[in-house]
T-cell receptor, first 115, second 109 residues
Framework: EAQVTQNPRYLITVTGKKLTVTCSQN?????MSWYRQDPGLGLRQIYY???????DKGDVPEGYKVSRKEKRNFPLILESPSPNQTSLYFC??????????????FGNGTRLTVT | DAKTTQPTSMDCAEGRAANLPCNHS???????VYWYRQIHSQGPQYIIH???NNETNEMASLIITEDRKSSTLILPHATLRDTAVYYC??????????FGTGTRLQVTL
């Protein structure tokens, strides 16, 4: 089944403890992206990747890192999480960049709580 | 990228058509209009997209005005399962894709 898989679904951690949220897609998509969703603020883009080894900042990249060593994986890294990074995170992918005729496919989300 | 404006919320009776408007007055000629929806806190789901012509699929219809400055998503026979937040997005030449806060559609009995 074609899908975007995020893990874990739920994560509770403490301030400063490094964590990684994994994202994997099995559709051979070139474009991948991370979003965070907070009440009243909608979906905001954190980072995106046009292809392997190509990443760029979205609207809210501070405090996050990403890597794209393989086409299928796009992990989100929080080196030193803080409580303001408590949020619902979504990974998404599309065959080509969003400006093309290419819909996004989203994962089921990761709910992160930083205490 | 062009910005979009959507009503914050709408209600629709079950079985009736739900018409969700979106304004994108600064849209450029090569930008697509996309619609997604998000049910509760699940991952957003793609619904439909178009460039200039009206489009229809098994989920919905998309009507784009001739000047392309606005569009309407039509759910022909809304059901309770269509209760969700609906996002209208305009893609551009940039690689970023920005979602707003969408329209919260409540389908009622």
């Amino acid at each position: 089944e074609a899908q975007v898989t995020q893990n874990p679904r739920y994560l509770i951690t403490v301030t400063g403890k490094k964590l990684t949220v994994t994202c994997s897609q099995n559709m051979n998509h070139e474009y991948m992206s991370w979003y965070r969703q907070d009440p009243g603020l909608g979906l905001r883009q954190i980072y995106y990747s046009m292809n392997v080894e190509v990443t760029d900042k979205g609207d809210v990249p501070e405090g996050y890192k990403v890597s794209r060593k393989e086409k299928r994986n796009f992990p989100l890294i929080l080196e030193s999480p803080s409580p303001n990074q408590t949020s619902l995170y979504f990974c998404a992918s599309s065959l080509r960049a969003p400006y093309a005729d290419s819909p996004l496919h989203f994962g089921n989300g990761t709910r992160l709580t930083v205490t | 990228d062009a910005k979009t404006t959507q009503p914050t919320s709408m209600d629709c009776a079950e079985g009736r058509a739900a018409n969700l408007p979106c304004n994108h007055s600064t849209i450029s000629g090569n930008e697509y209009v996309y619609w997604y929806r998000q049910i509760h806190s699940q991952g957003p789901q793609y619904i439909i997209h178009g460039l200039k012509n009206n489009e229809t699929n098994e989920m919905a219809s998309l009507i784009i005005t001739e000047d392309r400055k606005s569009s309407t998503l039509i759910l022909p026979h809304a059901t309770l399962r269509d209760t969700a937040v609906y996002y209208c997005i305009v893609t551009g030449t940039a690689s970023k894709l920005t979602f707003g806060t969408g329209t919260r559609l409540q389908v009622t009995l």
